[in-house]
């Protein structure tokens, strides 16, 4: 059985940006799941546990969901929450500019799987980079307003691949292998 997702794999520069959070933000708040700096990526579909026999069926799903969409930037805004900051539980950078280019990706991905026999997501996608999960909610209003954008606003982050990544689950958290790239067109 494989655990996979496809995701964006981003600059090492930017994964180091926001790990650097993490000295900030453990000063304010407690009992955090950090996503360490190696693994950090934005995730564009789920696919969670999979036979082995379906990756021919996912890799001809993810060329043909791919195969119309030529490279393009994501510019960043800042951070974010998911539900609210009034009851946070997951810390996240956003996208400002190329958010209606990754989202028509996103949904293209998740047409063409399933196409390939996997159920729609019932959420709105939403494009993001989680680096911390809180294990108990948590209001950090002032939090952000202290933390601010620290830099992230305006930072632009090339999209010329995807990629199918396997989850290896340890003791010590997920290990991540790549098992496939998909470039965009380039022609």
Request: net charge positive.
């Amino acid at each position: 059985m494989l655990r996979l997702f496809v995701a964006l794999e981003l600059p090492n520069e930017l994964k180091c940006k926001i790990a650097q959070l993490k000295d900030e933000l453990c000063k304010e708040i407690r009992d955090v799941k950090w996503v360490s700096e190696k693994n950090i990526h934005m995730t564009l579909k789920f696919l969670g546990n999979c036979e082995e026999e379906m990756l021919p069926d996912i890799k001809s799903g993810l060329e043909f969901s791919v195969k119309k969409f030529s490279p393009f930037d994501l510019c960043l805004n800042g951070l974010g929450v998911f539900p609210s900051a009034k009851n946070a539980r997951v810390f996240w950078v956003g996208v400002e500019d190329g958010g209606k280019k990754i989202i028509n990706l996103q949904q293209a991905i998740e047409k063409g799987l399933v196409k390939t026999g996997f159920a729609e997501d019932e959420k709105r996608f939403s494009p993001h980079i989680t680096f911390a999960r809180l294990k108990k909610p948590h209001n950090v209003e002032q939090l952000l307003q202290k933390v601010g954008t620290k830099g992230f606003s305006g930072y632009r982050v090339e999209v010329n691949n995807i990629y199918l990544f396997r989850s290896h689950l340890m003791a010590n958290g997920p290990v991540y292998e790549k098992i496939l790239e998909l470039k965009l067109k380039t022609d």
